[in-house]
């Protein structure tokens, strides 16, 4: 059991999450969406949606500072395990719980909004499940890892070491098999999510905007469509310096006679 839950299945979890991404993408760009509802209802969304999202933020960022970087870096530059421990208790119980409250409040919003639950779909409430469970045993391990019973072998002396291991084709599966309980259960439910990731609304995290910082800027014009300026008229795709020469069309009118 050991080697498969920390030998082989790391491995079919990035397979399941990359090839899904990628199924996802090619043959389902429609669905590749969190299928909003602000539409239906925005108080609760307006709370509940930064609380998760800028709490969920720090606690990807606290797990790769956590499970990247050794434990032999902050000894070099002389923080100690009992600092180390405060501000991962600290930063992350705070994190933990505005993920946890926003998650709670999007999860109530949808059950008690008519029509956001009724374009909630059997995968997004599996999805939820699969989140939550991950955030709650998250908490408890964040909390465990300093007030339990296994204070004397944390997650950098077992699950960072077998996370560092993976990615050398190695997995260091004794380091792993010696955590502790809660490490292993919050463990395995994240490798659930990830596998689940693609099939789900979860995939839009893997959609950055970026185009926006290259895109036109919008170009507003008048109803005659003439310069308003005698410079002339800088388009939006165009680099900064030049202007639009071309020669203004005047209107033309026809009056009495024929005159135009």
Do not use: C
């Amino acid at each position: 059991m050991d080697l498969f839950l920390w030998g082989i299945l790391p491995y079919i979890m990035v397979a399941v999450l990359v090839g899904g991404t990628i199924w996802r993408y090619r043959y389902d760009q429609f669905g590749w969406t969190t299928r909003s509802s602000q539409l239906y209802e925005s108080r609760l969304l307006r709370i509940g949606s930064p609380l998760f999202h800028f709490g969920i933020l720090v606690v990807i960022i606290g797990h790769v500072i956590g499970l990247v970087i050794p434990k032999a870096w902050t000894d070099f530059f002389g923080i100690s395990d009992e600092m180390y421990h405060l501000a991962a208790l600290g930063l992350g119980t705070v994190a933990g719980i505005a993920t946890l409250v926003g998650v709670g409040i999007l999860i109530y919003r949808r059950r008690t909004t008519g029509p956001v639950f009724m374009a909630t779909t059997k995968n997004d409430k599996t999805m939820y499940v699969v989140l939550v469970a991950a955030i709650v045993a998250g908490l408890a391990t964040t909390v465990l890892g300093v007030i339990g019973p296994h204070q004397e072998l944390t997650y950098r002396d077992t699950v960072s070491p077998w996370f560092r291991s993976l990615f050398v084709f190695q997995p260091n599966i004794a380091a792993m098999s010696e955590a502790s309980l809660d490490y292993q259960i919050h463990t395995v439910i994240g490798m659930v999510l990830f596998m689940i990731w693609p099939f789900t609304r979860l995939v839009h995290a893997f959609t950055a905007p970026v185009h926006y910082l290259f895109r036109p800027y919008i170009v507003y014009r008048s109803r005659d469509g003439r310069p308003t300026t005698a410079r002339g008229i800088r388009r939006g795709w165009a680099p900064v310096g030049t202007t639009d020469r071309t020669p203004d069309r005047k209107a033309t009118t026809t009056g009495k006679g024929g005159r135009r």
